[in-house]
C-alpha cells in the first residue's frame, strides 16, 4: 500500500467516506481548487462531501503527509547508521501518530554526550548486563569489579549503570507508550497560587486550589489555569492521584524490565525503575501531557471561535434599505453617519445632547432633518458608553416626526471591532478626508445593512466572539477564521457590481490583488453586464474564473444566470431544462410551478450529474436565495439600562453574543452580558451550549443574580425559573469572567451585525417589526 493510499484511507475513516472520494477531493485540491467550489460543483467527482468534510479533509492531509515525510527521514536516518532491522521498519511503518514515531526514534536520535554515554565510556555496561543477568548476586559486590581511574568507588559504579539503564527505559518507546496511556487516563491537573500573587491573581482565585481529572478538564479551564500559569499567578502539576498514583507509574517502569522479585538485583532494579520515574520520566509525561492539554484547549477555543463569527457572519441583514449609524459618545459627541440604501455615504454631523455642550434641540433637528433628507429607514446606534441615552434620546425624536415622516426602525448594533476597522488602512483609503470616529459611524451603519459585507473588513480576532482568543496558537487560528470567512461569503454569494475589494478577496479563487483588480475594472469601464465580461479583468485567468463565477452575482444584466448560483459551465444543462418548460428563462426563473413537473435524471448527461441538475433545478426555482435567516431584533426594556437597574427574577429579552463552552453571554442592554450557565441554558441536560443556541439568537431570559461590585450578572433561560441550578453563579466564568480578551466594558464580547443588539420597540416600533418581517 502505497502513503496516499494509507492517508486516503485513514482520512476516510475519520470523516465518514470513501477513500475514492477522499483521493478524487485530494487530487482537486492538489490541482488548486477550493474547498467551496468543490463543495458546491464538484459534487460528482467528491461524491458529494461538503465543506465541513472537505476543511477536516485538508487539515489532516497536511498532517500525515507530514507524517509520512518524517517517517521517511527517520527511516532514512537508521538505515545510514546501520541499524535498521526488519522488526524496526515495521514498527515504524505502524506509527500512527508523531509522537509515536518520535518515540521510536529517539533511541537512534543524535544527541549531546549524556551520563550513560560516559559510563559506557568508562565501561559500566558490562556491570549493568552483570546486574540484570545474575539477580541474586549482590550489586555492590559486581560493582567492585569495575572500580578504575574514572570510577573511583561502587557507588560511582552503580550510579553510571544507573544512568545507562535510565536512558534505556526513557528511550524505550513501548514504555513511553504505556505510561502516556496511564497518564492520560489517571492524571490530575492540579493549580496553586503561586507565593505572594494573591493581589495581583485576584482574577483567577478560583484556580488557587484546583484539581481535577486532566482527561476531563474542559478547555475553558485550562485555558484560564494555563494563562494563570504564564502570568506567573498559578503553578501547575500534572501527576497521577497522590495515594497510590505514583506507586503504579513505578511499577508500569519496573514492569519493563521484566519479572522482579525479591533477589538484590530484583530490589535494586526496581529501585532504579522508581528514581527513573520520579527524575525523568515522570517530567517526560508532565511536558507530554501539558503539549497535549494546551494543544486540545487551543483546537477547542478555536472552533468555539470559528463556530460563533460563522454565525456572526451569516447573521439576518437589515437589508439595502436608507440607514443612519450613530457612534454613541458623551463628552466628544455622538457621530452619525447616513448611507443610502447602496451603502453609500451620503451625510454625517456630529450630535451633542449631552453634557458638557447639552445641545439637545440643535441635536434633535439635527437629526430629524437627516431622517427626513435621506428617507432613511433604520438607525444603527453602536452599543459603547452612553449606547443607551443616544437610544433614548433617538426615542424622543422619533415620538416628534413631522407628519408624513415615517419613523425608521432603531437597533443596538455591536460596534466591536468598528474602531480597528476605522484606524485601519482600508479605511483611510475609503474615506481619505473623513475623520476616523465618523469612519466608526458608517461602519455601524453598514453592519446593519449587511453584516457580511461590513464584517469583513475587520480581523476576524477583532470581533470578539472567542475565548482567550490572544493565547491560543495564532497560526492556526487565523487559518481557521478565513476559512470561516471564506465559507460564509461564497455561500452568500457576492454581487459583482456593489461588492468591496475586502468582500471579494474572500471569494474562491481571488484574494486580494485580483478582488482590487476587479474594483479597478469596474471603476474604469463601469458595471460588468455578465459574469464573462469577468475575463477582461487583468490577471484573471481561465482557472480563477472557474473558480470564481458561481460565487459572483449580477442582477438585471444581459445574462439572466448570472443573478443565479448556477455555474457558468453548467448554462447548458440549465437551458435545456427551461426548454422543456417552453417559456422564457426569465419568466421560469423563481417559478417553482413551471419547474415541478420535471425529473432531475432526464437533464443528467456525461458532463452534469443528478447532484448538479438537482441544485440547478433548486437555483431556478429560488434563483440567489440568501441562507442567512430573516432579519430580527431584540427589544430593551424601558426603564433598565445599568447593572444597577437589575433585580434576581426579572425577565428580559436579548441577544447571544458569545457561546463559550460553559454557556452563552448575553446582551440585555445594560452594557455589561450576562452568563447563562450551561446548566441553565433549558430544562433538560445540555452537552453542548451552540445545541440550544447561537451568536445572534434573540433570546428571553430571567434575572438570577446580580454582582454589581464585580460587574457580572446571572441569568437562566430555564422554565423553572433556574431551580436546581448547578454552578450557575457568573463568578464560575473563569480567567475572572472574562472567557475572552474582550474590552474592559464587559464580561463577554459584544456581537456585531444586526442581531448584535436591542431597541424599544413599543407600539410603533412592534408594527414596524410586523411590517419588516412581511416585506422579507
Known amino acids: 500500500m502505497t502513503a496516499a493510499d494509507r492517508i486516503a484511507r485513514i482520512i476516510a475513516s475519520e470523516i465518514s467516506a470513501s477513500p475514492a472520494q477522499v483521493s478524487a477531493a485530494t487530487e482537486l485540491l492538489d490541482g488548486g481548487a477550493t474547498v467551496p467550489f468543490v463543495a458546491r460543483y464538484r459534487k460528482e467527482v467528491t461524491g458529494g462531501l461538503d465543506d465541513t468534510q472537505l476543511r477536516n479533509l485538508a487539515e489532516r492531509l497536511t498532517y500525515l503527509r507530514e507524517l509520512e515525510a518524517r517517517r521517511a527521514a527517520i527511516l532514512e536516518s537508521i538505515r545510514g547508521q546501520g541499524k535498521l532491522t526488519d522488526d524496526l521498519a515495521r514498527a515504524i511503518a505502524g506509527a500512527a501518530t508523531k509522537a509515536t514515531l518520535e518515540d521510536i526514534y529517539l533511541p537512534y536520535k543524535p544527541k549531546r554526550r549524556t551520563k550513560a554515554m ?25 560493582a567492585a569489579g569495575y572500580l578504575s581511574d574514572a570510577v573511583p568507588d561502587v557507588k560511582a559504579a552503580l550510579d553510571g549503570a544507573r544512568d545507562i539503564l535510565v536512558e534505556e527505559l526513557s528511550e524505550n518507546a513501548g514504555l513511553l507508550g504505556r505510561l502516556r496511556e496511564f497518564m492520560q487516563a489517571e492524571a490530575i491537573i492540579s493549580a496553586k497560587l503561586a507565593e505572594g500573587k494573591e493581589q495581583v491573581g485576584a482574577k483567577f482565585s478560583d484556580y488557587f486550589d484546583h484539581a481535577e481529572k486532566w482527561s476531563a478538564i474542559p478547555a475553558h479551564r485550562a485555558l484560564a489555569i494555563l ?44 529501585k532504579v525503575a522508581g528514581w527513573c520515574w520520579r527524575v525523568r520520566l515522570s517530567n517526560t509525561m508532565y511536558i507530554d501531557l501539558l503539549t497535549e492539554l494546551r494543544l486540545r484547549a487551543h483546537a477547542e477555543a478555536i472552533r468555539v471561535f470559528g463556530r460563533n463569527l460563522k454565525d456572526l457572519l451569516l447573521a439576518s441583514p437589515a437589508g439595502a434599505r436608507p440607514t443612519i449609524g450613530l457612534d454613541p459618545g458623551i463628552r466628544t459627541g455622538v457621530k452619525l453617519a447616513a448611507v443610502d440604501a447602496t451603502g453609500k455615504l451620503v451625510e454625517t454631523a456630529t450630535l451633542y445632547p449631552f453634557p458638557p455642550k447639552s445641545d439637545l434641540r440643535g441635536a434633535e433637528a439635527a437629526l430629524a432633518a437627516a ?89 476576524p480576532e477583532s470581533i470578539g466572539v472567542g475565548q482567550y482568543q490572544h493565547d491560543v496558537d495564532q497560526r492556526q487560528l487565523a487559518k481557521t477564521l478565513e476559512a470561516v470567512v471564506e465559507d460564509a461569503v461564497n455561500a ?39 459574469r464573462a465580461a469577468l475575463k477582461k479583468v487583468a490577471g484573471l485567468g481561465p482557472r480563477a474564473f472557474e473558480q470564481c463565477a458561481g460565487f459572483l452575482r449580477i442582477r438585471d444584466g444581459d445574462e439572466p444566470l448570472d443573478a443565479s448560483s448556477v455555474h457558468p459551465e453548467a448554462y ?73 437597574d437589575l433585580k434576581p427574577g426579572m425577565s428580559l429579552e436579548g441577544t447571544v453574543t458569545n457561546v463559550a463552552a460553559f454557556g452563552a453571554f448575553v446582551d440585555i442592554g445594560v452594557h455589561q ?26 433570546v428571553r431570559v430571567r434575572v438570577t443574580e446580580v454582582d454589581v461590585a464585580r460587574k457580572r450578572i446571572g441569568l437562566t433561560m430555564r422554565k423553572d425559573g433556574g431551580a436546581g441550578a448547578r454552578d450557575a453563579r457568573p463568578g464560575r466564568a473563569p480567567g475572572g469572567g472574562k472567557p475572552q480578551s474582550g474590552g474592559p466594558k464587559s464580561a463577554g464580547p459584544k456581537s456585531a451585525g444586526p ?8 407600539a410603533l416600533g412592534a408594527s414596524l417589526m410586523d411590517a419588516l418581517k412581511r416585506k422579507r
Open 227 to 270: 494563562r494563570g500559569a504564564k502570568e506567573e499567578v498559578l503553578t501547575i502539576e500534572i501527576a497521577p492521584e497522590p495515594e497510590t498514583g505514583a506507586a503504579r507509574a513505578e511499577g508500569i517502569v519496573a514492569a519493563a524490565l521484566g519479572r522482579l522479585g525479591d533477589a538484590p538485583g530484583d530490589k535494586w532494579l526496581r
Open 755 to 762: 442581531q448584535g443588539g436591542g431597541q424599544e420597540l413599543g
Open 492 to 530: 452568500v454569494g457576492v454581487d459583482l457590481n456593489t461588492a468591496s475589494a475586502p468582500l471579494l478577496a474572500h471569494v474562491a479563487g481571488l484574494g486580494p490583488s485580483l478582488a482590487q483588480s476587479i474594483v479597478a475594472h469596474r471603476d474604469a469601464a463601469g458595471a460588468f453586464p455578465s
Open 673 to 698: 452580558d450576562g452568563l447563562v450557565h450551561i446548566s441553565q441554558l433549558a430544562d433538560r441536560f445540555v452537552k453542548d451550549p451552540n445545541e440550544v443556541v447561537k451568536v445572534g439568537d434573540v
Open 572 to 644: 447548458g444543462v440549465a437551458r435545456r431544462i427551461v426548454a422543456a418548460c417552453g417559456r422564457d428563462i426569465r419568466q421560469i426563473m423563481g417559478d417553482g410551478a413551471a419547474l415541478k413537473g420535471l425529473r432531475a435524471e432526464q437533464f443528467v448527461d456525461e458532463s452534469f450529474g443528478l447532484p448538479t441538475v438537482r441544485d440547478i433545478l433548486a437555483e431556478l426555482e429560488k434563483p440567489g436565495r440568501d441562507p442567512r435567516p430573516s432579519f430580527v431584533t431584540a427589544s430593551f426594556a424601558e426603564g433598565v439600562e445599568d447593572i444597577k
Open 371 to 459: 431622517i427626513a433628507r435621506h428617507k432613511v429607514e433604520l438607525i444603527a446606534i453602536g452599543n459603547g458608553t452612553a449606547s443607551r441615552e443616544t437610544e433614548r434620546f433617538v426615542g424622543d425624536v422619533l415620538k416628534r416626526l413631522p407628519a408624513g415622516v415615517k419613523a425608521p426602525l432603531k437597533v443596538i448594533v455591536s460596534e466591536a471591532g468598528a474602531s480597528v476597522y476605522s484606524a485601519s488602512e482600508l479605511a483611510a483609503r475609503e474615506f481619505p478626508d473623513l475623520d476616523v470616529s465618523l469612519r466608526g459611524a458608517v461602519s455601524i451603519a453598514r453592519r446593519l445593512q449587511d453584516p457580511l459585507a461590513e464584517l469583513v473588513k475587520v480581523p
Open 118 to 142: 560516559i559510563a559506557r565510556e568508562n565501561g559500566l555496561e558490562p556491570l549493568l548486563r552483570a546486574i540484570q543477568e545474575d539477580r541474586g548476586a549482590e550489586p555492590e559486590a559486581l
